[in-house]
Protein backbone atom coordinates (compact mmCIF):
# COMPACT_ATOMS: atom_id res chain seq x y z
CA UNK A 1 0.00 0.00 0.00
CA UNK A 2 1.63 3.52 -0.89
CA UNK A 3 2.16 5.91 1.95
CA UNK A 4 -0.39 8.07 2.74
CA UNK A 5 -0.33 11.86 2.30
CA UNK A 6 0.43 12.43 6.09
CA UNK A 7 3.03 10.17 6.37
CA UNK A 8 4.89 11.30 3.25
CA UNK A 9 4.97 15.00 4.96
CA UNK A 10 6.12 13.31 8.01
CA UNK A 11 9.31 11.69 6.42
CA UNK A 12 10.23 15.26 4.89
CA UNK A 13 12.37 15.95 8.01
CA UNK A 14 14.31 13.45 10.80
CA UNK A 15 15.19 17.00 12.21
CA UNK A 16 14.72 17.61 15.99
CA UNK A 17 13.19 21.06 16.37
CA UNK A 18 12.92 23.17 19.62
CA UNK A 19 9.87 22.67 21.51
CA UNK A 20 9.67 26.55 21.92
CA UNK A 21 11.69 28.33 18.71
CA UNK A 22 12.33 32.24 19.08
CA UNK A 23 9.97 34.74 17.14
CA UNK A 24 13.00 35.27 14.68
CA UNK A 25 13.93 31.44 14.39
CA UNK A 26 10.44 30.75 13.48
CA UNK A 27 10.01 33.72 11.22
CA UNK A 28 12.30 32.11 8.25
CA UNK A 29 10.50 28.68 8.66
CA UNK A 30 8.73 27.56 5.78
CA UNK A 31 5.19 25.71 6.01
CA UNK A 32 6.34 22.11 5.53
CA UNK A 33 8.72 23.06 8.86
CA UNK A 34 6.05 24.82 10.99
CA UNK A 35 3.75 21.91 9.96
CA UNK A 36 6.64 19.61 11.23
CA UNK A 37 7.17 21.78 14.54
CA UNK A 38 3.43 21.53 15.09
CA UNK A 39 2.91 17.61 15.54
CA UNK A 40 6.09 17.33 17.06
CA UNK A 41 4.56 19.11 19.93
CA UNK A 42 1.07 16.98 19.33
CA UNK A 43 1.43 14.37 16.96
CA UNK A 44 -2.61 14.00 17.33
CA UNK A 45 -3.42 17.99 16.43
CA UNK A 46 -2.93 17.56 12.92
CA UNK A 47 -3.05 13.72 12.03
CA UNK A 48 -5.63 13.82 8.97
CA UNK A 49 -4.56 13.70 5.74
CA UNK A 50 -7.09 16.42 5.13
CA UNK A 51 -6.37 18.38 7.81
CA UNK A 52 -2.83 18.42 6.56
CA UNK A 53 -3.37 19.26 2.75
CA UNK A 54 -5.51 22.60 4.52
CA UNK A 55 -3.25 23.55 6.64
CA UNK A 56 -0.48 23.76 3.59
CA UNK A 57 -2.82 24.80 1.04
CA UNK A 58 -3.36 28.24 3.39
CA UNK A 59 0.42 29.03 2.99
CA UNK A 60 1.02 29.46 6.75
CA UNK A 61 4.91 29.90 6.76
CA UNK A 62 6.58 30.43 10.39
CA UNK A 63 5.97 34.53 9.49
CA UNK A 64 2.42 33.73 8.58
CA UNK A 65 1.82 31.29 11.62
CA UNK A 66 3.08 34.41 13.97
CA UNK A 67 -0.25 36.49 12.91
CA UNK A 68 -2.96 34.27 12.93
CA UNK A 69 -5.99 34.48 14.30
CA UNK A 70 -9.34 32.08 15.45
CA UNK A 71 -11.28 33.33 12.35
CA UNK A 72 -8.57 32.79 9.90
CA UNK A 73 -8.13 28.98 11.35
CA UNK A 74 -12.06 28.32 11.66
CA UNK A 75 -13.34 30.28 8.04
CA UNK A 76 -10.27 30.47 5.76
CA UNK A 77 -8.48 26.71 6.95
CA UNK A 78 -11.52 24.79 7.83
CA UNK A 79 -10.41 23.72 10.67
CA UNK A 80 -12.45 22.69 13.98
CA UNK A 81 -12.67 25.52 17.10
CA UNK A 82 -10.26 22.97 19.55
CA UNK A 83 -7.79 22.91 17.20
CA UNK A 84 -7.86 26.57 16.20
CA UNK A 85 -7.72 27.13 19.72
CA UNK A 86 -4.67 24.68 20.41
CA UNK A 87 -2.67 26.50 17.12
CA UNK A 88 -3.62 30.16 18.23
CA UNK A 89 -2.22 28.62 22.10
CA UNK A 90 0.88 27.45 20.14
CA UNK A 91 1.53 30.67 18.37
CA UNK A 92 0.84 32.89 21.48
CA UNK A 93 3.54 30.58 23.24
CA UNK A 94 5.98 31.59 20.81
CA UNK A 95 5.15 35.02 20.59
CA UNK A 96 5.06 35.96 24.22
CA UNK A 97 8.56 34.07 24.49
CA UNK A 98 9.96 36.88 22.44
CA UNK A 99 9.61 39.55 25.82
CA UNK A 100 12.11 37.50 27.00
CA UNK A 101 14.80 37.62 23.98
CA UNK A 102 17.93 39.83 24.22
CA UNK A 103 18.89 42.42 21.60
CA UNK A 104 20.62 39.92 19.51
CA UNK A 105 17.77 38.14 19.05
CA UNK A 106 18.68 35.40 20.90
CA UNK A 107 16.55 33.35 23.54
CA UNK A 108 17.92 34.03 27.77
CA UNK A 109 19.98 31.30 28.69
CA UNK A 110 19.80 30.34 32.25
CA UNK A 111 20.93 32.63 34.68
CA UNK A 112 21.85 35.15 31.92
CA UNK A 113 20.68 38.57 32.09
CA UNK A 114 19.37 40.74 28.21
CA UNK A 115 21.60 43.81 28.38
CA UNK A 116 19.21 46.42 28.99
CA UNK A 117 16.78 48.33 26.46
CA UNK A 118 17.73 51.73 26.05
CA UNK A 119 15.51 54.98 26.84
CA UNK A 120 15.18 55.25 23.41
CA UNK A 121 14.27 51.75 22.07
CA UNK A 122 11.65 51.73 25.25
CA UNK A 123 9.58 54.54 24.29
CA UNK A 124 9.47 53.45 20.46
CA UNK A 125 8.20 50.08 21.91
CA UNK A 126 5.34 51.74 24.05
CA UNK A 127 4.46 54.12 21.31
CA UNK A 128 4.35 51.36 18.96
CA UNK A 129 2.15 49.21 21.42
CA UNK A 130 -0.24 51.87 22.18
CA UNK A 131 -0.55 52.07 18.59
CA UNK A 132 -1.48 48.94 17.93
CA UNK A 133 -4.25 48.79 20.80
CA UNK A 134 -5.67 52.23 19.84
CA UNK A 135 -5.93 50.51 16.66
CA UNK A 136 -7.85 47.00 17.42
CA UNK A 137 -9.96 48.95 19.70
CA UNK A 138 -11.30 51.27 17.54
CA UNK A 139 -12.15 48.73 15.01
CA UNK A 140 -14.80 46.00 14.91
CA UNK A 141 -13.44 42.30 14.90
CA UNK A 142 -14.41 42.32 11.44
CA UNK A 143 -11.30 45.27 10.34
CA UNK A 144 -9.09 43.33 12.63
CA UNK A 145 -9.47 40.26 11.08
CA UNK A 146 -9.04 41.26 7.47
CA UNK A 147 -6.40 43.64 8.24
CA UNK A 148 -4.50 40.41 10.03
CA UNK A 149 -5.48 38.76 6.55
CA UNK A 150 -4.58 40.84 4.38
CA UNK A 151 -1.18 40.55 6.50
CA UNK A 152 -0.79 36.87 5.53
CA UNK A 153 -1.82 37.29 2.20
CA UNK A 154 0.80 40.20 1.78
CA UNK A 155 3.74 38.06 3.02
CA UNK A 156 2.58 34.85 0.05
CA UNK A 157 2.44 37.17 -2.39
CA UNK A 158 6.36 38.34 -1.42
CA UNK A 159 6.99 34.90 -1.29
CA UNK A 160 5.97 34.34 -4.71
CA UNK A 161 8.17 36.94 -6.03
CA UNK A 162 11.04 35.75 -4.46
CA UNK A 163 10.63 32.25 -5.41
CA UNK A 164 10.93 33.50 -8.87
CA UNK A 165 13.81 35.33 -8.43
CA UNK A 166 14.96 32.66 -6.56
CA UNK A 167 14.68 30.29 -10.04
CA UNK A 168 16.24 32.50 -12.01
CA UNK A 169 19.16 33.22 -9.89
CA UNK A 170 19.66 29.61 -9.79
CA UNK A 171 19.52 28.83 -13.32
CA UNK A 172 21.75 32.18 -13.99
CA UNK A 173 24.23 30.88 -11.70
CA UNK A 174 24.05 27.45 -13.28
CA UNK A 175 24.47 29.00 -16.86
CA UNK A 176 27.90 30.65 -15.55
CA UNK A 177 29.11 27.62 -14.03
CA UNK A 178 28.70 25.45 -16.79
CA UNK A 179 31.31 28.41 -19.44
CA UNK A 180 33.61 28.26 -16.13
CA UNK A 181 34.98 24.68 -17.44
CA UNK A 182 33.44 24.89 -21.27
CA UNK A 183 34.16 27.38 -24.12
CA UNK A 184 30.98 26.38 -25.61
CA UNK A 185 27.67 24.50 -25.25
CA UNK A 186 26.11 21.61 -27.25
CA UNK A 187 22.29 23.88 -26.90
CA UNK A 188 23.47 27.30 -27.73
CA UNK A 189 20.19 28.08 -30.25
CA UNK A 190 19.16 27.84 -26.20
CA UNK A 191 18.96 31.54 -24.02
CA UNK A 192 21.20 30.22 -20.69
CA UNK A 193 22.62 27.31 -22.89
CA UNK A 194 24.83 26.31 -20.41
CA UNK A 195 21.84 25.58 -17.80
CA UNK A 196 20.22 23.45 -20.34
CA UNK A 197 23.14 21.87 -20.38
CA UNK A 198 24.01 20.68 -16.59
CA UNK A 199 19.85 20.19 -16.51
CA UNK A 200 20.34 17.79 -18.83
CA UNK A 201 23.26 16.06 -17.43
CA UNK A 202 22.05 12.53 -15.60
CA UNK A 203 25.11 12.44 -13.47
CA UNK A 204 23.65 16.06 -11.61
CA UNK A 205 21.07 17.14 -9.66
CA UNK A 206 19.81 19.81 -7.71
CA UNK A 207 17.53 21.17 -5.31
CA UNK A 208 15.02 24.27 -7.35
CA UNK A 209 12.35 26.11 -5.78
CA UNK A 210 9.07 24.14 -6.83
CA UNK A 211 7.24 26.79 -9.62
CA UNK A 212 4.06 27.75 -7.74
CA UNK A 213 2.74 28.23 -4.20
CA UNK A 214 -0.26 28.43 -2.19
CA UNK A 215 -0.71 24.95 -3.65
CA UNK A 216 0.86 21.74 -1.68
CA UNK A 217 2.84 20.42 -4.35
CA UNK A 218 2.04 16.88 -5.42
CA UNK A 219 3.18 13.61 -3.10
CA UNK A 220 5.37 12.90 -6.58
CA UNK A 221 8.03 15.30 -6.09
CA UNK A 222 10.45 15.24 -3.07
CA UNK A 223 9.77 18.82 -1.15
CA UNK A 224 12.20 20.11 1.33
CA UNK A 225 11.51 21.88 4.26
CA UNK A 226 12.17 24.73 2.38
CA UNK A 227 9.61 24.26 -0.21
CA UNK A 228 12.25 23.15 -2.87
CA UNK A 229 12.27 19.47 -5.24
CA UNK A 230 15.15 17.55 -5.83
CA UNK A 231 15.97 17.04 -9.52
CA UNK A 232 17.87 15.03 -11.10
CA UNK A 233 19.04 15.90 -14.86
CA UNK A 234 17.30 14.33 -18.14
CA UNK A 235 18.45 13.83 -20.94
CA UNK A 236 15.12 14.39 -22.63
CA UNK A 237 15.27 18.03 -21.33
CA UNK A 238 16.74 19.55 -24.22
CA UNK A 239 14.28 17.63 -26.76
CA UNK A 240 11.62 19.39 -24.31
CA UNK A 241 12.91 22.51 -25.61
CA UNK A 242 13.42 21.92 -29.04
CA UNK A 243 9.54 20.15 -29.56
CA UNK A 244 8.55 23.16 -27.63
CA UNK A 245 9.77 25.58 -29.97
CA UNK A 246 8.67 23.56 -32.97
CA UNK A 247 5.00 23.91 -31.92
CA UNK A 248 5.79 28.05 -31.28
CA UNK A 249 7.17 28.19 -35.01
CA UNK A 250 4.24 26.18 -36.48
CA UNK A 251 0.18 27.68 -36.60
CA UNK A 252 -0.61 24.20 -37.64
CA UNK A 253 0.46 23.37 -34.21
CA UNK A 254 -1.44 24.72 -30.98
CA UNK A 255 0.05 21.73 -28.19
CA UNK A 256 2.69 19.63 -26.86
CA UNK A 257 1.87 16.51 -25.28
CA UNK A 258 4.41 14.65 -23.57
CA UNK A 259 2.85 10.88 -23.81
CA UNK A 260 4.33 8.12 -22.24
CA UNK A 261 5.06 5.95 -19.56
CA UNK A 262 4.31 6.08 -15.96
CA UNK A 263 7.32 6.84 -13.57
CA UNK A 264 9.57 8.19 -16.57
CA UNK A 265 9.82 11.45 -14.58
CA UNK A 266 7.48 13.15 -17.27
CA UNK A 267 6.07 15.21 -14.16
CA UNK A 268 9.69 16.72 -13.32
CA UNK A 269 10.61 17.22 -17.09
CA UNK A 270 7.86 19.80 -17.50
CA UNK A 271 8.24 21.15 -13.56
CA UNK A 272 11.87 21.78 -14.86
CA UNK A 273 10.44 23.44 -18.09
CA UNK A 274 8.27 25.86 -16.14
CA UNK A 275 11.58 26.84 -13.99
CA UNK A 276 13.61 27.29 -17.14
CA UNK A 277 10.54 29.83 -19.16
CA UNK A 278 10.26 31.73 -15.39
CA UNK A 279 13.95 32.16 -15.32
CA UNK A 280 13.39 33.64 -18.85
CA UNK A 281 10.80 35.89 -17.92
CA UNK A 282 7.96 34.13 -19.41
CA UNK A 283 4.38 33.99 -18.53
CA UNK A 284 3.77 30.73 -17.94
CA UNK A 285 0.36 29.13 -16.21
CA UNK A 286 1.29 25.56 -14.33
CA UNK A 287 -0.73 23.33 -13.12
CA UNK A 288 1.47 20.54 -11.55
CA UNK A 289 -2.49 18.08 -10.85
CA UNK A 290 -5.26 18.34 -12.54
CA UNK A 291 -6.68 16.15 -9.81
CA UNK A 292 -6.32 18.50 -7.55
CA UNK A 293 -7.55 21.22 -9.51
CA UNK A 294 -10.98 18.96 -9.61
CA UNK A 295 -11.26 20.14 -6.40
CA UNK A 296 -10.64 23.60 -6.45
CA UNK A 297 -10.91 24.94 -9.97
CA UNK A 298 -11.16 28.53 -9.56
CA UNK A 299 -9.06 28.72 -6.29
CA UNK A 300 -6.14 26.44 -7.79
CA UNK A 301 -6.03 28.06 -10.94
CA UNK A 302 -5.75 31.49 -9.22
CA UNK A 303 -2.68 30.20 -7.61
CA UNK A 304 -1.17 29.25 -10.14
CA UNK A 305 -1.97 32.76 -11.99
CA UNK A 306 -0.16 34.04 -9.01
CA UNK A 307 3.05 32.66 -9.86
CA UNK A 308 3.23 33.29 -13.74
CA UNK A 309 2.75 36.86 -13.01
CA UNK A 310 5.02 38.92 -10.35
CA UNK A 311 3.88 42.40 -11.16
CA UNK A 312 2.07 43.56 -8.04
CA UNK A 313 -0.61 45.56 -9.82
CA UNK A 314 -1.44 42.24 -12.12
CA UNK A 315 -1.11 39.89 -8.68
CA UNK A 316 -3.82 42.67 -7.05
CA UNK A 317 -6.42 42.13 -9.97
CA UNK A 318 -5.83 38.45 -10.17
CA UNK A 319 -7.23 38.04 -6.53
CA UNK A 320 -10.02 39.15 -7.20
CA UNK A 321 -11.32 36.88 -9.86
CA UNK A 322 -14.10 34.74 -8.57
CA UNK A 323 -15.69 33.03 -11.28
CA UNK A 324 -14.01 31.01 -14.34
CA UNK A 325 -15.65 34.01 -16.19
CA UNK A 326 -14.21 36.55 -14.77
CA UNK A 327 -10.44 34.63 -15.43
CA UNK A 328 -11.05 33.68 -19.08
CA UNK A 329 -11.80 37.71 -19.26
CA UNK A 330 -8.71 38.14 -17.63
CA UNK A 331 -6.78 36.40 -19.51
CA UNK A 332 -8.08 37.95 -22.61
CA UNK A 333 -6.09 40.97 -21.79
CA UNK A 334 -2.68 39.07 -21.91
CA UNK A 335 -2.00 36.91 -25.04
CA UNK A 336 1.46 35.59 -24.42
CA UNK A 337 0.16 33.18 -21.54
CA UNK A 338 1.50 29.85 -21.80
CA UNK A 339 0.24 26.57 -20.48
CA UNK A 340 2.02 23.72 -18.81
CA UNK A 341 -0.61 21.34 -17.71
CA UNK A 342 0.72 18.08 -15.88
CA UNK A 343 -1.80 15.01 -15.29
CA UNK A 344 -4.68 15.45 -17.98
CA UNK A 345 -5.40 11.56 -17.77
CA UNK A 346 -6.57 12.50 -13.94
CA UNK A 347 -9.55 14.02 -15.94
CA UNK A 348 -10.47 10.67 -17.88
CA UNK A 349 -13.88 9.20 -16.91
CA UNK A 350 -13.97 6.02 -14.75
CA UNK A 351 -16.98 3.74 -14.42
CA UNK A 352 -16.96 3.68 -10.66
CA UNK A 353 -17.28 7.93 -10.67
CA UNK A 354 -19.69 9.56 -8.90
CA UNK A 355 -22.16 11.76 -10.94
CA UNK A 356 -20.86 14.93 -9.06
CA UNK A 357 -17.12 13.57 -10.11
CA UNK A 358 -17.85 13.13 -13.28
CA UNK A 359 -19.67 16.22 -13.88
CA UNK A 360 -16.83 17.97 -12.57
CA UNK A 361 -14.23 16.41 -15.15
CA UNK A 362 -16.74 17.41 -17.94
CA UNK A 363 -16.39 20.79 -16.68
CA UNK A 364 -12.74 20.93 -16.16
CA UNK A 365 -11.97 19.78 -19.95
CA UNK A 366 -13.77 21.71 -21.15
CA UNK A 367 -12.68 24.98 -19.70
CA UNK A 368 -9.02 23.20 -20.19
CA UNK A 369 -10.13 23.48 -23.60
CA UNK A 370 -11.37 26.96 -23.98
CA UNK A 371 -8.16 27.94 -22.25
CA UNK A 372 -5.51 26.50 -24.84
CA UNK A 373 -7.56 26.67 -27.67
CA UNK A 374 -5.56 29.84 -29.13
CA UNK A 375 -2.84 29.50 -26.46
CA UNK A 376 0.43 27.26 -26.91
CA UNK A 377 0.31 24.51 -24.18
CA UNK A 378 2.38 21.86 -22.80
CA UNK A 379 0.23 19.26 -21.40
CA UNK A 380 1.36 15.91 -20.21
CA UNK A 381 -0.18 12.10 -20.09
CA UNK A 382 0.03 8.27 -19.10
CA UNK A 383 0.52 5.85 -21.91
CA UNK A 384 -2.78 4.44 -20.56
CA UNK A 385 -4.84 7.03 -21.24
CA UNK A 386 -7.30 6.12 -24.40
CA UNK A 387 -9.14 9.54 -24.02
CA UNK A 388 -6.27 10.97 -25.41
CA UNK A 389 -5.44 8.14 -28.39
CA UNK A 390 -8.94 8.33 -29.49
CA UNK A 391 -7.71 12.76 -29.59
CA UNK A 392 -5.61 11.85 -31.62
CA UNK A 393 -7.12 10.42 -34.33
CA UNK A 394 -9.54 13.10 -34.75
CA UNK A 395 -7.57 16.55 -34.34
CA UNK A 396 -4.63 17.45 -36.20
CA UNK A 397 -3.35 20.59 -34.23
CA UNK A 398 -1.51 18.01 -31.30
CA UNK A 399 2.13 17.83 -31.66
CA UNK A 400 3.82 14.48 -30.03
CA UNK A 401 6.49 13.74 -27.86
CA UNK A 402 6.72 10.63 -26.24
CA UNK A 403 9.05 9.44 -23.72
CA UNK A 404 9.14 5.80 -22.36
CA UNK A 405 11.25 4.35 -20.23
CA UNK A 406 12.84 5.30 -17.20
CA UNK A 407 15.76 7.13 -15.81
CA UNK A 408 18.87 7.03 -17.26
CA UNK A 409 21.24 3.92 -15.31
CA UNK A 410 23.68 6.78 -14.20
CA UNK A 411 21.20 8.87 -12.22
CA UNK A 412 22.19 9.09 -8.67
CA UNK A 413 19.31 7.52 -7.29
CA UNK A 414 16.33 9.47 -4.75
CA UNK A 415 14.31 7.34 -2.30
Known amino acids: MPPSFTSQ ?17 MRIWGRSKVLQWIRQRDPSLIDDDNDVERFLNAGISGSSFLNLDFDFLREVCGFSPGMSRQLIQYMNEVVQ ?35 EQKDDHDSNDADIYTRRRNILLNEELENTRKRRKAIEKILTDLNKEYFKQHSQSPY ?3 E ?12 RQYELPF ?42 YKQLWVYGTRGYGK ?50 EILTLETIREINGFLDQYKGVHFVIDQMNALNAKAGDQENIRLAKINLSDWISSLISERRAVLSS ?34
Not at 192 to 203: H, I, M, N, Q, R
Request: with cysteine; charged share 25%; glycine share 4%.
Open 9 to 25: QSQLSTELLPTLPTVEE
Open 97 to 131: SGHALSPKGKRKRNGETAAPESTTSKSLKRRRQEQ
Open 188 to 190: SEY
Open 192 to 203: LPGAVALLSDPE
Open 211 to 252: PVTYMEPPSRFAVTQEDNWRYVGREKFPELLRELRFIRTRKS
Open 267 to 316: SHLLAALVCYLSALGECVTYIPDCRNWLNKPVAYFKAALLFAFTDEAVQD
Open 382 to 415: SANNQDFLIQQNQQNYNHVMRVYGGLTEVCPHIG
